[in-house]
């Protein structure tokens, strides 16, 4: 246990060490058991017959899925570009001195904080087009993710710049350099630099949150599992499929955090 860990925990002792062994051995029984269950309910009702996972074989099905990761990247990426430029920027205008930029962005960042995605969604996909407003499906799933995104985006920046040892700014009024000009040459490149990891880990909520594609009929890889399992009456093997596919994208991209992360706190010789 390090050093921070003893100020804030006391050292477990033997009849502790041995309690939560004892807990963990029986919540792995549990989980063991529950896990048995499961797959014994699955097997008597031919969910893992070879059968229901044939269609996995033909090229089509695999198509028609990766088509669907396609599509899910694609919405994932995009978003990501509106929503990351987007949270600077109303960061930078939470942390301004002037009070014209200061209130209207944390207005933004705690409106769209507050109302759910699914929400925002039903605005874009009902709400505008009875007053003029009609965008394409694509554009209908992507703006309410971009624009969710984008408040949650802005506090991880202004978080970010908060966090940093003052002394930087001071040594750039030392140097002549104005409120604006330390925020954008000494500031705000640091606090990125070290923001990186949680960027990149805000990616996994951007493709989770496109699984809300088959509100606005979207065709990404969960709505295109439904409609494929619906189709062939194998709900439950094409949704493991899917979620096998999250899983893997989802690993790649905490995986690439946690090296970004490491990567960070190496000290530079």
Known sequence: MSEESRLLFDVPGPRARRRTWIATVCSLVLLAGALALMVRQFALHSELSASQWSVFAQWPILRFLLTGIEQTLLVTGVAAAIAFPLGAVVALARLSRGRWARWPARLYSELFRAVPLLLLLYVFL???????????VFWQLVLPVSLSNAAVVAEIFRAGVLAQDRGQAEAAYSLGMTY???MRWVVVPQAVRKLVPALVSQLVRLLKDSTLGYVVSYLELLHKAQVLGEYYHNVLPTYLVAAACYVLVNGLLSRTAGWLEHRQ???RG
């Not at 009902?126 to 394409?136: E, I």
């Open 180 to 182: 604006g000009q330390a």
């Open 126 to 136: 009902f709400g505008l087009p009875r007053a003029g407003v009609t965008f394409p």
């Open 265 to 267: 706190s190496r000290p």
